[in-house]
């Protein structure tokens, strides 16, 4: 009998750790945002009022450089193009992010 409860106390530590387990999982799924970078300010961008900036401008990275076809990061390079971008955001809050990005990128 002795047996019979242990093997009770395990199942139910299992099924209290699943439940707080789904219950978080749970409360974290319905706090996700979805962004139209298309519509993100140069002011909304580089004071943090949409997202951490360096999320966002990671995020471009990977956008300009799929559409290059490019798959290299060099890591250094993009932080020099954070701040740049930030910059250039703080000077011309009104801009759109992604048409401040592509006057950057321009040669």
């Known amino acids: 009998m002795h047996e019979r409860l242990k093997s009770y106390a395990v199942a139910a530590k299992a099924l209290a750790l699943s439940l707080a387990l789904a219950t978080s999982l749970g409360t974290g799924a319905s ?3 979805t962004v139209d970078v298309g519509k993100i300010t140069c002011n909304q961008f580089a004071l943090y009022k949409v997202s951490d900036p360096d999320t966002i401008a990671v995020w471009l990275h990977g956008y300009y450089s799929g559409k290059r076809g490019n798959t290299v990061v060099e890591t250094e390079k993009l932080k ?6 930030r910059d250039y955001c703080l000077q011309n809050p009104d801009a759109n992010l992604l048409e401040a990005v592509e006057t950057l990128v321009q040669p």
Do not use: P, S, Y
């Open 31 to 33: 706090a996700q945002v």
């Open 80 to 85: 020099g193009n954070v701040k740049k971008l």
